[in-house]
């Protein structure tokens, strides 16, 4: 009987793992002693917060990011025809959303292998919840150009979408550069134009705040988004 490829959720940042994940994950956790993980080090931290029941010098690990080749991933998944489970990590939030772990559940579709999806933290939807924008009809778009003219072309175009289509747009930056990434919406996109700021969110520092461009203009010296875990959303 083969195992299955279990998608673990993983914390954004939160202390307490109680406010993130539910108690079944832990149990299900208990069933892998094979992890895919995008790294190792934050990967091996995360079982022992969640109470990992072996220890983890005996676990297998394999590194799956954004340097992996798709020959490299040719046997990690071996260990299910086996009838092993194997347990798919992200670094924070949904696994293979906006995340490199979608390389390894393609190759699992591919082989027909049982792949289950776990309930926890997703940092885009907890924005898209909180903003008061629509969550009918969104897109995400990654992270937009560095190019200076490239970036304020994209966000033009982001924002035709959101009128056109009343499509609700989200993207994230780098955390080094969210307060120039918030003072580039505020001055690219019209006036009226909404835009929410969600930061370090579960976390006791979380920041959540929808205004129109105009007021941001005023405004957003009096948040600091600087190497923190930010998603940017536009809509009205």
């Known amino acids: 009987m083969r195992g299955r490829l279990i998608l673990f959720p993983v914390p954004i940042g939160a202390e307490d793992m109680n406010c993130s994940l539910p108690a079944a994950n832990a149990e299900l956790l208990a069933t892998c002693r094979t992890f895919i993980v995008e790294e190792l080090r934050t990967a091996r931290r995360f079982l022992k917060k969640a109470g990992y029941p072996y220890a983890i010098d005996d676990t297998v690990f ?19 025809e086996r009838g092993e489970n194997i347990g798919l990590l992200s670094e ?102 909404m835009i929410c700021v969600a930061c370090d969110l579960t976390l006791p520092t979380q920041y959540i705040r929808a205004l129109s461009a105009a007021r941001w203009q005023k405004e957003r010296e009096t948040v600091d988004l600087h190497k923190r875990n930010t998603v940017f959303l536009i809509g009205g």
């Open 62 to 80: 394999y590194e799956l990011n954004e340097h992996t080749s798709h020959e490299e991933i040719g046997n990690y998944l071996d260990a299910i």
């Open 92 to 193: 924070a939030g949904l696994p293979c959303v906006a995340d490199p772990g979608a390389m390894i559940t393609r190759v699992a579709q591919r082989r027909g292998i049982e792949v289950v999806p776990l309930v926890g933290p997703s940092s885009l939807m907890l924005a898209l919840m909180a903003s008061g924008f629509n969550g009918q009809s969104f897109a995400f778009n990654g992270y937009l150009p560095v190019d200076k003219s490239k970036r304020a072309a994209v966000i033009r175009h982001l924002e035709e979408r959101l009128h056109r289509e009343h499509q609700t747009q989200l993207f994230i930056e780098a955390p080094y550069r969210n307060n120039q990434m918030l003072e580039v919406l505020s001055t690219v996109l019209q006036p009226q134009t």
